[in-house]
């Protein structure tokens, strides 16, 4: 039997690990924290419970299809239902909108609250169909780096209709120019940020994601995100995959351009394969620090996504007005957003997305009271003094929500834990403590993201945010099941 090597227990790390165990490898997983998971994790708090990481959950059918294909049903393992409302959002002039998951009632809604008419939403929804349908076999589902993708036909169908996708003019432009309500721009402009990009130079391709909401819908998992999680180790056990915890892999060993296995604390441990489920920085300048002509510098000096900051808030109190998802948006977008790229600072006036998953699952918050994911977008770690940053921007979260939502909020905090882009990277190894790799702020992107394969090692294999196609639970999916295709 083949061994396969797994390092770090991800999201894409824990579906390679199931992928490859169903082909017949014996397959271990290192992992460095205790739990496995990384971004997708769990905190508890005095009596709360909170997804440390992702909340939004999109296109559950690439989990459900990790079961299936291990034979298994996936409602024994894992269940989920569709959110009828998105999530609610919030302007600093008073206006809120509901995101309806029905397009009909989504576009009526956008136009009673803003004055926007529906055509106008309805003709975007579609054009944003339409940019999903020509990429996702090129761009999502496939690898960019095998011929045999670009010999298909539905590729080559979709290269010719290219220019469709909209990708030399950025997001906001081309927002801008279907919408005339400044607030129905910056809902879509806040897609961009779906993937830690910013829309005043993302190409509009990125306008794809609001299909992905609005057309295959939103969801939440029974039992929180880390469900997902939870229900992918189970399944990769039974299938006899072997998870060591506590445990960092030092070092892919490498002979003559084959892979051999990695080390662990000075051990040597053999593997037919490797598969890093960390990101590609560390992986070529921790792990395979001793090949420098193997690394790509060219990808490795890709701009990194933003990052996050995020305060889990245990709340005294229930606020029927909010929902599993809201959004405060900023008064000033465009500033925001200069001051993440351009600044590598914090605006003083953040957008704040408060996820709730006690809405949906009761225990997570003591009676009477909620669990408060709170969470801004903030720049990659470049060494800004996060201490005080962190302290500034708490001051102003707490003003902004006091006051939308008429309550003193500081005084409800029964307690207080914080992640910031120091703590992103420690936790999981990220480079810089982006959360999704590398930015699509080009339109270059998404061909200068890692291959799944190594094209100079043989038996040495990638997966994860940080490489094709992308970050984000989806994605991560993704790049397990083109890596496991490939192999
Ligand atoms: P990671 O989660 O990055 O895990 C890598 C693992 O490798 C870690 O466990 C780490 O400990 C381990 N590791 C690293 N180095 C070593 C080593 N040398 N030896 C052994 N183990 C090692 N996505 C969504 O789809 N929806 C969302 O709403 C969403 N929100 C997010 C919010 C936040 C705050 C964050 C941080 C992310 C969010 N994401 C969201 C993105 C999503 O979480 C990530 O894209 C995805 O979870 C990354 O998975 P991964 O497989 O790349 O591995």
Same mark, same amino acid.
């Given at each position: 039997q083949k061994k396969a090597i797994i390092i770090g227990a991800g999201i894409a790390g824990i579906a390679t690990a199931i992928r490859l165990a169903v082909k017949g490898y014996a397959v271990e997983v290192i992992e460095?924290?205790?739990?496995? %998971? %990384?971004?997708?994790s769990a905190i508890d708090l005095k009596g709360y419970r909170f997804d440390a990481g992702p909340s939004l959950l999109t296109m559950p059918q690439y989990i459900d299809e990790l079961f299936v294909l291990a034979g298994k049903n996936p409602a024994d393992y894992f269940r989920y239902q569709k959110l009828d409302t998105v999530c609610h959002y919030f302007y600093e002039d008073g206006t809120r909108i509901k995101a309806y998951a029905d397009t009909q009632e989504f576009a009526a809604e956008l136009n009673r609250t803003t004055g926007e008419p529906a055509e106008n939403v309805l003709k975007y929804l579609a054009n944003s169909a339409d940019i999903y349908n020509i990429t996702n076999h090129v761009f999502l589902e496939r690898s960019l780096h095998r011929l045999q993708t670009f010999a298909r036909w539905d590729t080559i169908r979709s290269i010719f209709r290219l220019p469709r996708i909209d990708a030399m003019r950025s997001m906001h432009k081309a927002n801008a120019g279907y919408f005339k309500d400044e607030r129905v721009i910056q809902f879509f402009d806040r897609y961009a940020t779906y993937n830690g990009s910013n829309p005043y130079q993302a190409p509009a391709t990125l306008n794809v994601i609001p299909h992905l909401e609005h057309h295959f819908g939103a969801y939440f998992p029974e039992g929180g995100m880390y469900s997902i999680t939870q229900s992918l180790v189970k399944l990769a056990k039974e299938l006899g995959v072997n998870f060591r915890y506590h445990t960092r892999v030092n070092e892919i060993v490498v002979v003559n351009k084959i892979v051999k296995g990695v080390r662990v604390n000075g051990e040597a441990m053999v593997a037919d394969i490797v598969v890093s489920n960390m990101d590609i920085w560390p992986t070529y300048k921790n792990l395979l620090q001793k090949y420098p002509s193997l690394h790509p510098e060219r990808i490795l000096s890709q701009e990194r996504s933003s990052s996050a900051l995020i305060y889990y808030w245990g709340i005294k109190k229930a606020f029927p007005q909010l929902d599993l998802h809201n959004i405060f948006f900023s008064a000033d977008y465009q500033a925001e957003f200069a001051h993440i790229w351009q600044q590598q600072d914090i605006y003083h006036d953040p957008t704040v997305y408060i996820n709730i998953s006690s809405k949906f699952e009761t225990n997570d918050a003591p009676v009477g009271c909620e669990n408060w994911f709170v969470m801004i977008n903030v720049p990659a770690n470049e060494g800004q003094d996060w201490d005080s940053l962190i302290t500034d921007v708490r001051q102003n979260i707490l003003r902004k929500l006091s006051k939308i939502l %008429?309550?003193?909020?500081g005084g409800l905090i029964a307690c207080e834990s914080i992640l910031d882009p120091r703590s992103i990277e420690s936790k999981t190894s990220s480079y810089k403590g982006s959360v999704y790799g590398t930015s699509s702020n080009s339109q270059f992107a998404a061909f200068l993201r890692h291959a799944n394969k190594s094209s100079k090692v043989s038996g040495l294999y990638f997966c994860g945010g940080s490489v094709h196609p992308g970050g984000g639970i989806p994605l991560c999916l993704l790049s397990a099941k083109i890596l496991s295709e490939t192999i």
């Open positions: 460095a924290n205790s739990y496995p %998971g %990384g971004k997708l %008429g309550e003193d909020i």
